[in-house]
C-alpha cells in the first residue's frame, strides 16, 4: 500500500501538540518526525515556520481567535484551538490568502477527526481574515506573547522599557550568523555568501536561509553556525594557542571550535553521548581537533588542572527564545531551583579543574538573574580565592553596552535591533589565585 500524502500543515499541528502537550522540545520533535521526509524541502520548510509561528505569537493568536468567537472554546477541544492557531497565524502573521489558509484548515479539521467542527473553523478563520488586522494592530504584542513570570523577571531586572524591547525582538524570525574558522578570511565569505560582517570576524546572513548544509562553504568546514553573541565567551580567554583548555557542556561545539581553531588543545566534556557525537562530526568537518569526554562535569576531574576552563552551564536558555519559542512554554519559575543548584555544582567543580593564576569563564544563555549575577555573587562571597577579571568592550567587538558595572557581560535580544539583534547571554570570566 502506497503511504498517505503527508501535509505540511499536519505535521505542523503535530509539532505544536509535541511541544504543548506532551513537553517536548521543538527540535526534538522535529527529528523525530519521520514524516518530514516524505516531504518536498519546500514544504519542510514550512511546517517548521509554521509551527514556530505559532509559537512564538501564541498570545496574540489565543487572544484573535477568542476574539473572533461568540463563545469561548472549551478546554478540552485542544486540536480544534491547535488548528485554529495554524490558521490564524498564515492569515494573521504569515501572507498566505485567506481563502487558502480557511480551506486549508477545514481540510485539517477534518482530516484530525474534527469534521464536525469544520462550520466553526470555516467561520472563525474567516472572521479573522475580516477583522484580523484591525485586531492585531490593537494588541500589545510583546507582553501577550511574554509568560508572566519571564515578563516579570525582566521588568525587575532591567525596567519594563528593557523588558518590552527583550519581548519584542523575540517576535521576529533571527538572523543566520556564522563563524569562521579563519577569521582573516571574512571578507573572502561575505562576498561569497552575500553576508555582513560582524566584528571580530564573524559574518550574518539574513533569516530563511533554508537548509544550512547547502551554503557554500558548509561541506569544506569554512564556518559553522554560531550566534555573535554566543561566540563571546570563549573570547574572554584571550589569546589561547598552546594552552591547554576544557570546555565544559561542551555540545554542540561552537566553542570547542573556537578555541580549537585558535589553537588551544581542548578537552569537551559533555554529559550526552548523542550531543557528543554531534561535536564528533562538526569537529570532524572543520577538520578540527579536540580530546572529547563524555562525564558528568559536576564530578569528572583531569588528571592535571587545565590552563583555562569555559564552563557553559545548562541552564533555562530564555537568552534564545528567538530561536527557541518553545521554551517559552516548556520552563517555568520552578525548573530555575534545579538548574541554579546544578550550575553550582558545576561551578564548584570547575574550580577544581583549573590551575593557580588559571581563568575560568562560567556563561549561560539566559536571561535570568538567578543563572547569572547571582550564581556569582554566591561564588565569590563563598571562595575568597576567585576574583573577577574585568571584561574590556575591546575584547567583544567593542560593544561597549554588552559590560555590565560588575565588568561581566551581559547581552540582550534586543541590542543591534537594526542588524537584528543577538542571543541574550550572561558570562563572568574568574581568576584562581
Not at 505535521?11 to 522535529?30: K, S
Amino acid at each position: 500500500m502506497a503511504p498517505r500524502p503527508v501535509n505540511a500543515r499536519a505535521i505542523a499541528l503535530q509539532l505544536i501538540e509535541a511541544v504543548l502537550r506532551d513537553g517536548q522540545p521543538l527540535d526534538e520533535a522535529w527529528a523525530s518526525a519521520k514524516a518530514l521526509a516524505r516531504l518536498e524541502p519546500r514544504d519542510r520548510a514550512f511546517a517548521r515556520v509554521l509551527a514556530a509561528t505559532v509559537l512564538r505569537r501564541l498570545g496574540q493568536l489565543d487572544a484573535l481567535i477568542d476574539g473572533c468567537m461568540d463563545r469561548p472554546l472549551k478546554p478540552k477541544l485542544d486540536r480544534l484551538r491547535g488548528v485554529l492557531r495554524l490558521g490564524a497565524a498564515q492569515i494573521a502573521f504569515l501572507g498566505t490568502p485567506p481563502h487558502a489558509a480557511v480551506n486549508s484548515s477545514v481540510d485539517l479539521a477534518v482530516a484530525s477527526r474534527l469534521g464536525t467542527f469544520k462550520g466553526l473553523v470555516n467561520a472563525v478563520l474567516r472572521r479573522v481574515a475580516r477583522e484580523g488586522e484591525a485586531l492585531v494592530a490593537g494588541q500589545d504584542a510583546a507582553r501577550l506573547n511574554t509568560p508572566a513570570w519571564l515578563w516579570e523577571s525582566w521588568v525587575a531586572c532591567h525596567g519594563e522599557a528593557v523588558a518590552r524591547a527583550i519581548a519584542e525582538a523575540h517576535l521576529a524570525d533571527p538572523p543566520l550568523d556564522l563563524t569562521l574558522k579563519l577569521s582573516e578570511d571574512v571578507e573572502t565569505w561575505a562576498a561569497r555568501l552575500g553576508a555582513i560582517a560582524l566584528p571580530g570576524g564573524g559574518l550574518r546572513l539574513g533569516p530563511g536561509q533554508g537548509d544550512v548544509a547547502g551554503l557554500a562553504g558548509f561541506a569544506e568546514g569554512a564556518w559553522w553556525v554560531q550566534d555573535f553573541a554566543a561566540s563571546l565567551p570563549a573570547k574572554l580567554l584571550g589569546p589561547v594557542a598552546g594552552l591547554r583548555v576544557a570546555d565544559l557542556c561542551a555540545a554542540p561545539g561552537g566553542k570547542t571550535m573556537q578555541l580549537a581553531a585558535a589553537g588551544a588543545a581542548v578537552t569537551a566534556v559533555d554529559l550526552s553521548r548523542r550531543r557528543l557525537e554531534r561535536v564528533s562530526e562538526n569537529l570532524a568537518r572543520t577538520n578540527l581537533a579536540a580530546e572529547l569526554i563524555r562525564a558528568d562535569a559536576t564530578e569528572w576531574r583531569p588528571k592535571e588542572p587545565f590552563d583555562a576552563v569555559l564552563l557553559d552551564a545548562a541552564c533555562s536558555a530564555t537568552g534564545t527564545l528567538r530561536r527557541h519559542p518553545d521554551i517559552a512554554h516548556l520552563k517555568q519559575p520552578a525548573d530555575l531551583v534545579a538548574l541554579t543548584e546544578l550550575q553550582d555544582r558545576l561551578l564548584a567543580n570547575a574550580i577544581q579543574m583549573v590551575k593557580p593564576g588559571g581563568l575560568l569563564v562560567y556563561a549561560t544563555c539566559s536571561l535570568q538573574p538567578e543563572e547569572g549575577v547571582e550564581r556569582m555573587a554566591k561564588l565569590l562571597t563563598a571562595d575568597g580565592a576567585l576574583s573577577r577579571r574585568l571584561i574590556e568592550p575591546a575584547e567583544i567587538g567593542g560593544a561597549a553596552k554588552a559590560v555590565t558595572e560588575e565588568g561581566d557581560l551581559r547581552t540582550l535580544p534586543s541590542f543591534w535591533p537594526d542588524r537584528g539583534g543577538m542571543d541574550g547571554f550572561y558570562a563572568c570570566r574568574l581568576t584562581r589565585a
